[in-house]
């Protein structure tokens, strides 16, 4: 199993900033590709960025340029900085990640449980 977990959200006024953090800890032998989900209040989840386990990046239009993907693989943890925060923005963040929990197993897709992000206008 892989458990991850998300921290750094919070409230925010608009033109702000936050950084959000997702540790992932368990029976794991290699990360793969790790990302961020959102999903506002009624609405779907959806796609914010991703990271290859190559470091190539690829972000929503609605982030990208404000948003920035990264992560520390000695950690095991992805980061997510928020700038030029929007209340549209406002959602519960959600990590996603590809892990293998032995050698010869396949890639798997881990979600954390969410962090709150709450942008005032």
């Known amino acids: 199993q892989v458990q991850l977990v998300e921290s750094g959200g919070g409230l925010v006024q608009a033109g702000g900033s936050l950084r959000l953090s997702c540790a992932a800890s368990?029976?794991?032998?290699?990360?793969?590709?790790m990302a961020w989900y959102r999903q506002a209040p009624g609405e779907q989840r959806d796609f914010v960025a991703v990271?290859?386990?190559?470091?190539?990046?690829n972000y929503a239009p609605s982030v990208k340029g404000r948003f920035t993907i990264s992560r520390d693989d000695a950690k095991s943890t992805v980061y997510l900085q928020m700038n030029s925060l929007r209340a549209e923005d406002t959602a519960v963040y959600y990590c996603?990640?590809?892990?293998?929990?032995?050698?010869?197993?396949?890639?798997?897709?881990?979600w954390g449980h969410g962090t709150q992000v709450t942008v005032s206008s």
């Open positions: 996603n990640v590809a892990a293998r929990t032995e050698s010869s197993g396949p890639l798997k897709a881990w």
């Open positions: 368990g029976s794991i032998f290699s990360i793969g590709a």
């Open positions: 990271i290859t386990s190559r470091s190539n990046t």
